[in-house]
């Protein structure tokens, strides 16, 4: 069994593309950002991880499948 996983990509992320939009929710007191999904039809923000830095993100949008750029940003 290895110490360290190197080079492993996360593994992806259900969703439905349909009916859900990945999306990051962050505070603006305190700045921590939070990954997840918003529901196109009723705006509801489901959480799956913390977002820890910009390699965070980098992992969320590529377990995801979208450019990081592309992941809509809430206050």
Do not use: N, W
């Not at 489901?46 to 830095?53: K, P, R």
């Not at 965070?56 to 809509?72: H, N, P, Q, T, Y």
């Amino acid at each position: 069994m290895p110490l360290f996983h190197r080079g492993k990509a996360p593994a992806p992320i259900p969703y439905d593309p349909e009916k859900q939009e990945p999306a990051v929710r962050r505070s603006i007191c305190t700045g921590e950002a939070t990954a997840g999904f918003l529901d196109r039809e009723t705006g509801k923000f489901q959480d799956y991880m913390l977002i820890d830095g910009q390699k965070g993100l980098e992992d969320f949008s590529r377990s995801v499948g979208v450019k990081a750029e592309e992941i809509k940003t809430i206050y």
